[in-house]
């Protein structure tokens, strides 16, 4: 099972739609997908207590299906220069260092800008990589999301479709591979 983390809590987002869309190739190959939206994090997470006592809605809609799979699909959206503070809210909370260590990575980044997500996905990849975790390196920039995905979240143009099924197709041998390296 891989794990899908749509990574805004904003309504209506075009990451959620687009990580809706990247879950449906993954299913179409048979894999089992966790997608995991940020607009249902319990609010209590932000009480000062939480650090403590995690609220159990979390770790049973969160933390748990997470941990349970063999690779976590980021889709990250461009805030500010930077990635979501919902996203660090979610990354703050995950068990350290049972989540983390060696665990497969895929990043896929969009922006309203030309950047197409670039530096949050570079800064995720810095938290990934200090907390021991395997990047795969065949990244995915979507800029200008209002030109470039439809109501859907689907990628109007063929060659970015295709780009992401490569992505999807590479990161589930990837996943696989680091497993069998890292459980032997
Ligand atoms: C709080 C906020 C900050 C944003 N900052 C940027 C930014 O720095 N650069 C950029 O290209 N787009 C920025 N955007 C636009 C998003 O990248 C754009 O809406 C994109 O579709 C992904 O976000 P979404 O999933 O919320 O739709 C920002 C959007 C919001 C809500």
């Not at 068990?95 to 980044?109: E, H, L, V």
């Not at 999301?145 to 143009?157: A, I």
Request: proline share 7%; net charge negative; aromatic share 10%.
């Amino acid at each position: 099972m891989i794990s899908i983390v749509a990574g805004t809590n904003r309504a209506d987002s075009k990451t959620l739609k687009l990580a809706t869309y990247i879950a449906e190739l993954y299913r179409e190959r048979g894999e089992k997908i966790t997608l995991l939206d940020l607009s249902k994090l319990p609010p209590e997470l932000l009480s000062p207590l939480s650090y403590g006592q995690k609220p159990a809605d979390f770790v049973e809609q969160f933390s748990e299906p997470l941990l349970a799979s063999r690779g976590t699909h980021w889709i990250i959206p461009e805030y500010n220069g930077s990635f979501p503070g919902a996203l660090k809210l979610l990354i703050d909370h995950l068990p350290f260092p049972d989540f983390y260590d060696s665990r497969p990575a895929a990043f896929t980044g969009l922006s309203a800008g030309s950047s197409g997500g670039m530096r949050p996905v570079e800064q995720m990849q810095q938290i990934m990589a200090y907390r021991n975790g395997y990047a795969y390196n065949r990244r995915v920039f979507i800029p200008a999301t209002y030109q470039t995905l439809d109501d859907q979240g689907v990628p109007l143009e063929e060659e970015l479709r295709e780009r992401l099924q490569r992505q999807v197709d590479g990161f589930r041998t990837f996943a696989s591979r680091v497993h069998a390296l890292t459980d032997s």
